[in-house]
């Protein structure tokens, strides 16, 4: 079965801090993909990165970089020299060819960045 | 141009009326969705269509009805709403049906029932 696990309901840092987002999945596939998205308090979803099961790469843009460890199923996420604006609901999501569903969604880690 | 958009943005209306919610997009893509997200922000899909068919119909109420005139868009008419239908409802859609493309999503329609 698929699942996605976001253990910190809320994080809160001062701004400059890095942050560091958690994300656990579980899947039996060998291939399968898995997303970030950002929900500003505005209230729109913005997709943020696409990471498939075969490149475990880390990947950076920006201040935010992204790692992903097949070993420990996890595929974290890192803010860093947080901003206010980066304050949003942060939701990591699994999508797998064999899925009845075809993204599964954590249940989000609200990020608070306070001045 | 917004790739994805849904109107209204928000609805207020009293319990046992009938709504319907718009979605459309500009992306060319096949494939659309509808989520709805809790006062918990958990967000759940409800449907999913292909091409105007439908491929996925999770445990919705049958009050939910999705119709799709065209594969640019997707509406979603809800009969008889009640106190529980108060959520966020998300309209997205992706290239096609592939595990491995990202959905866009609308900025969502918020609704409130009375």
């Known amino acids: 079965a698929q699942k996605v696990t976001q253990a910190q309901t809320e994080i809160s840092v001062v701004e400059k801090e890095d942050v560091t987002l958690d994300c656990v999945y579980e899947?039996?596939?060998?291939?399968?993909?898995l997303f970030w998205y950002k929900q500003p308090p505005s209230g729109e979803l913005v997709f943020l990165i696409r990471?498939?099961?075969?490149?475990?790469q880390n990947e950076i843009s920006g201040r935010y970089s992204w790692n992903f460890q097949k070993s420990t199923s996890s595929f974290n996420f890192t803010i860093t020299a947080s901003q206010v604006v980066d304050s949003a609901v942060y939701f990591c999501?699994?999508?797998?060819?064999?899925?009845?569903?075809?993204?599964?969604f954590g249940k989000g880690t609200r990020l608070s960045v306070i001045a | 141009d917004t790739a994805v958009s849904q109107t209204p943005k928000y609805l207020v209306t009293q319990m046992g009326n009938d709504k319907s919610i718009k979605c459309e997009q500009n992306?060319?893509?096949?494939?659309m969705y509808w989520y709805k997200q809790d006062s918990k922000k958990f967000l759940k899909i409800m449907f999913s269509?292909?091409?105007?068919?439908?491929?996925i119909n999770e445990t919705v109420p049958n009050r939910f009805s999705p119709k799709s005139p065209d594969k640019a868009h997707l509406n979603l008419h809800i009969n008889s709403l009640e106190l529980g239908d108060s959520a966020v409802y998300f309209c997205?859609?992706?290239?096609?049906?592939?595990?491995?493309?990202?959905?866009?999503f609308g900025d969502g329609t918020r609704l409130s029932i009375l």
């Open positions: 997205a859609s992706s290239q096609d049906m592939g595990a491995n493309q990202p959905q866009h």
């Open positions: 899947t039996r596939d060998t291939t399968y993909y």
């Open positions: 999501a699994l999508s797998d060819p064999s899925g009845n569903t075809p993204l599964v």
């Open positions: 992306l060319g893509h096949d494939t």
């Open positions: 269509y292909n091409n105007k068919e439908l491929i």
């Open positions: 990471r498939n099961s075969f490149d475990e």
